[in-house]
């Protein structure tokens, strides 16, 4: 991953191959942002100007270049939009520069060493600039270069090598740990989009769960895997009932990281379908080419628990990979057939295409079984919901109208795009079967809803829960923007790492 350095040396003295300011849109155009004084002196007080003369209006996304003047150690400077200048006495809204950081990265790909003088007045914005440069320097090349190996590094541009922050306080505890911290969830969130965009054929339920295994033995986090033999005789029906059509069988994970002066207990679920064709009920073509994206909650949910075991959080988080894969085969369920889940309730599988629910199912029961302080599962769970929020909004679904809030207002601090979902009663009946205890389809308005209530069947008793649809921000298709990427995302780690912060601290709001 991209280095990261928090350096003391001004922007006129630092060496680097190229110098990153922030200009924002002000009534009368450019503004140059604060950071980069000394940068404007070296354009003898005319930054804005020039900026102007070039056409930047300091709006969110617009990247600049500007040769260096004589004066500053670098041979470019780049200037990044925040958007419109703070009103008085508010400072840089923190998306807004983790997304400038973002593009920065993105723009300097290829460069060996660049400075970042951004307006970083508080260690949450030091935060923001790291998470930004971190998460937009993310590049997937794990499987170019192909057959000319050594030439690698013509077929793509490598990724900016190193970050020197400045403005912040290599000295000052607070800015120290906000670094650390970036580098932290930024660098888990890289995990996270690194699983989301290994292809199938090697991204299997079995290969996940090895590298969850590794990955926690590294950091003494405890960890469990139940195979298919397992599966069967502990009565997953769920589980088993997606993934045996598959030549390569499913897995439930735990891992479980606690901390000795933990006072709660938070579990975390995530769907992990390796590859969704569908089933029996297969995806025509145009609706499958991306499915591999449909471990996105697996991987949140992984990433999140390392991240937190790496901050060494006092709460104790558990974390459930409910890992298939969903293919057609003489062996794989069809529709019509009942599956007797974990919890003992039987489901008619009227369309073996709505398989997230039925592994979440038999996850959400294990899971309950601890009585852990709130359940949050996250899972690419329905097209409806896609339709429904667009493709950079996920839905949160909860059986507790407070629980639901905090997490739609942490999901806003950190940068998450979420809205709010509600569970209708009524949407319930849908789902009742002549056969079975109930189908695992209903109605096909609302459908991210019904999807909800299915899961509501399988939680423990009196368990707080929510369940966040990330089916739409997921996986990324359009050109990249801010610091997201083309494919994975890594949507809801920060959110998730946020509410054990929050958890940790008793501050749930
Ligand atoms: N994995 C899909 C949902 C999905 C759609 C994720 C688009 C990401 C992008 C899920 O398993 C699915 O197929 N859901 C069906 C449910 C339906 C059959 C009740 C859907 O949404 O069409
Ligand atoms: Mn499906
Ligand atoms: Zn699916």
Known sequence: MTALTLSTAGAATLRADALVVGVAKGAKGAVVAPGAEAVDQAFDGKLAAVLDAMGATGADGEVTKLPAPAGLKVPVVLAVGLGPV????????????????????????????????????????????????????????????????????????????????????????????????????????????????????????????????????????????????????????????????????????????????????????????????????????????????????????????????????????????ALAENMPSGSATRPGDVLRMYNGKTVEVLNTDAEGRLVLGDALTKASEENPDAIVDVATLTGAMVLALGNRTFGIMANDDAFRTSIHEIAEEVGEASWPMPLPADLRKGLDSPTADLANMGERMGGGLVAGIFLQEFLGEGITWAHLDIAGPAFHEGAPYGYTPKGGTGSAVRTLVRLAERTATGDLG
């Open 86 to 321: 703070p009103e008085k006495d508010e400072s840089y809204d923190e998306d807004a520069l983790r997304r400038a950081a973002g593009v920065a990265a993105r723009a300097l790909s290829g460069t060996k060493k660049a400075a970042f003088a951004l307006p970083v007045e508080d260690a949450s914005a030091v935060t923001a600039v790291a998470e930004g440069a971190l998460l937009g320097a993310y590049a997937f090349t794990a499987y170019q270069g192909g057959a000319k190996k050594a030439a690698k590094a013509d077929a793509a541009k490598g990724p900016l090598g190193e970050v020197a922050l400045l403005g912040a306080k290599p000295r000052d505890k607070e800015h120290k740990a906000a670094v650390e911290r970036a580098r932290i969830v930024a660098g888990e969130v890289n995990v996270a989009r690194d699983l989301i965009n290994t292809p199938p054929n090697d991204l299997t339920p079995e290969a996940f769960a090895a590298v969850a295994s590794a990955t926690a033995k590294e950091l003494g986090v405890k960890v469990q895997i139940l195979d298919e033999k397992a599966l069967t005789k502990g009565g997953y029906g769920g589980i088993m009932g997606v993934g045996k059509g598959s030549e390569n069988p499913p897995r439930l994970v735990k891992i479980a990281y606690t901390h000795p002066k933990a006072e709660k207990h938070l579990a975390f679920v995530g769907k992990g379908i390796t590859y969704d064709s569908g089933g029996i009920s297969l995806k025509p073509a145009g609706h499958n080419e991306t499915m591999k994206c449909d471990m996105s909650g697996a991987a949140a949910v992984f990433s999140a628990v390392v991240a937190v075991a790496k901050l060494g959080l006092e709460v104790n988080v558990t974390g459930w990979l």
